[in-house]
């Protein structure tokens, strides 16, 4: 069975860093399109963070929101990672990773993917 967990969450205050996994069930290249997504409350999931895992890519793409604070890149076979600096209380959100087989341009639309891990909060605190 296909599955994505996360893990890495957790309170930060303001300014600091956090590095949140995904683990697959299966290796990343199985898929074409990982994406992290967040959802803060009352509001509706957006996409945080892209990269390409099918073979020969490795691009990534980023909401302007966390640019230059965010980095997602793949660590080993089965894993990737979204390593998160400067973080701001309005980071606040559940962090998700969700994956597919098809190489997803529209990256961040929620309604592109089939795999979806259970989420992880991160809480920032001012």
């Known amino acids: 069975q296909l599955r994505l967990v996360e893990s890495g969450g957790g309170p930060v205050q303001a300014g600091g860093s956090l590095r949140l996994s995904c683990a697959a069930s299966?290796?990343?290249?199985?898929?074409?399109?990982m994406t992290w997504f967040r959802q803060a409350p009352g509001m509706g999931r957006e996409g945080v963070a892209v990269?390409?895992?099918?073979?020969?890519?490795?691009?990534t793409f980023y909401a302007d929101s966390v640019k230059g604070r965010f980095t997602i890149s793949r660590d080993n076979e089965h894993t990737i990672n979204l390593q998160m600096s400067t973080l701001k209380p309005e980071d606040t959100a559940i962090y998700y990773c969700?994956?597919?087989?098809?190489?997803?341009?529209?990256?961040?639309?929620?309604?592109?993917?089939?795999?979806w891990g259970q989420g992880t909060q991160v809480t920032v605190s001012s």
């Open positions: 990269i390409y895992t099918g073979t020969g890519t490795g691009t």
């Open positions: 299966v290796p990343t290249y199985s898929f074409n399109t």
């Open positions: 969700a994956a597919d087989l098809a190489y997803r341009i529209n990256w961040d639309l929620d309604s592109n993917y089939e795999y």
